[in-house]
């Protein structure tokens, strides 16, 4: 090596997977990131699924593996979507002083309590491989630089949202390797009263049907060691269990960003539902079942005028580590009663984003599109709007939303088209 030769400093993760070791993950100075998959990863027809594309079952897996994950900037979208967004995002880099963008950094703070089952260590230089200094011309791995800031958690999303341990009626931000067993929402200073709407529309879903983890709504005053945030005067937070947590066993999970590898910031604008649709009827370990359950949630954000399920608020676990399945639903809120002249869902179903021009027609020709036989999911739509039309005009009266809010839901189900009225008198 000559003297002119620049031997680029790295700071490396250990990448786990229910303890089994996938790759090593390399920050450079310059921002770049490169994502080694170990050897004993790869050549493992039995390895547990880090991401859909890295399926033994996917056609390109063994190729997509092959070389190193290189980026700059920003980390590949499979990482960069366990991160959080927005406001969440602003709070944690302030607190570790860094840039809003310095993705590595952030994994390297949050990596202990990921969505899912993927653990993030940082190494120290004396373990890191020789192949990983090598990866890339020469490298030196260098220390991280310490930071003793509790509340290490990382949940995807532009609410402020925490993960929680639930103790005795308390709910406390988890330490020391401890993790959460609750995702706690607190009321939004932009919007008012974002925890009743989601506690009613998310009951509002079950009620039709659709598959969702336990729920409840909070009093704000058993909410421990919140870190200094703005909070409106309001009473309750709302809590949702994570499904990707039993106990002390992480389940893994990824969202359909990770799935289509599409960065946070093309979640409304890269894919259609059509897409998703495929996806879990070709590779779901149920996939029948599940795209009947896809086709009745895709009704149920509809009717419930959320127009917010993109790519992010729909997710894929695997509870045996390997096979794929729809997880449970979540983020469902009605965000028409906060955005005037809201009418379009966020992806293309059937040709159509418009709430009040869809029919079942759209649903049919978007089953085609996915090559979803339409006979398997049309008694599933029959059978979401007989519960709807039933149950849901009495059920809203007695469910926290906003009187307000809930009479702007009423008025949102009379302009539906009459394939999905909902009459309230």
């Known amino acids: 090596m000559s003297p002119n030769d620049q031997i680029d400093e ?10 089994r070791l996938v790759g090593y993950l390399a920050g450079f100075q310059n921002g770049r990131s490169v994502l080694s998959f170990a050897d004993e ?17 996917f056609l390109d897996s063994e190729k997509l593996m092959s070389e190193p994950w290189v980026k700059n900037q920003k980390l590949h979208p499979v990482l960069s979507n366990l991160l959080p ?17 310095n993705e590595f950094q952030i994994l390297s703070y949050l990596g202990q309590d990921l969505p899912g089952a993927l653990v993030a260590t940082p190494m120290e230089p004396k373990d890191v491989p020789e192949s990983v200094l090598t990866t890339h011309g020469q490298a030196k791995a260098i220390k991280f630089e310490d930071n003793d800031r509790e509340n290490k958690f990382s949940l995807a999303g532009i609410q402020m949202k925490f993960s929680m341990k639930e103790k005795d009626g308390r709910y406390n931000l988890t330490k020391n390797g401890e993790l959460g067993d609750w995702i706690i929402k607190t009321p939004s200073t932009k919007h008012k009263h974002v925890p009743l709407n989601e506690y009613t529309a998310m009951s509002l879903a079950a009620l039709a049907g659709v598959d969702i983890p336990d729920i409840k709504l909070i009093e704000l005053n058993k909410l421990d060691n919140l870190p200094q ?13 994570r499904f990707d947590r039993d106990g002390n066993t992480r389940i893994h999970m990824e969202d359909f960003a990770q799935v289509l590898v599409k960065y946070p910031h093309k979640k409304y604008d890269s894919a259609n539902y059509e897409q998703i649709g495929k ?5 779901s370990g149920d996939g029948l079942s599940d795209v009947q359950q896809l086709a009745r949630r895709l009704l149920v954000n509809i009717l419930l005028a959320n127009g917010d399920a993109h790519l992010k608020n729909w997710s894929l ?18 965000t028409s009663v906060y955005i005037d002249d809201e009418t379009q869902f966020a992806l293309n179903l059937g040709k159509t984003k418009e709430w009040f021009s869809v ?12 090559g979803i036989p339409w006979r398997a999911l049309k008694p599933h739509i029959n059978d979401t709007m007989e519960k709807v039309r039933s149950i849901w005009p009495e059920a809203l009266k007695n469910l926290p939303m906003d009187e307000e809010h809930k009479d702007k839901l009423r008025a949102h189900w009379l302009k539906l088209q009459a394939d999905f009225r909902i009459e309230t008198e």
């Open 41 to 57: 990863f790869k050549n493992d027809p039995s390895r547990p699924t880090f991401t859909l594309i890295t399926h033994p079952d």
């Open 85 to 101: 967004e927005g406001a969440l995002r602003e709070l944690i880099t302030q607190g570790l002083k860094t840039h809003i963008d």
């Open 279 to 283: 996806v879990i009827y070709d590779f």
């Open 10 to 19: 790295i700071n490396v993760l250990k990448l786990t997977l229910h303890s």
């Open 359 to 370: 029919t079942e027609d759209n649903f049919q020709y978007w089953a085609n599109k996915s």
């Open 317 to 334: 676990f695997y509870q045996d580590q390997v096979t794929p399945r729809l997880s449970p639903a979540y983020d469902i809120v009605t």
């Open 229 to 241: 945030i703005n909070l409106p005067n309001e009473k309750l937070a709302f809590a949702i269990k």
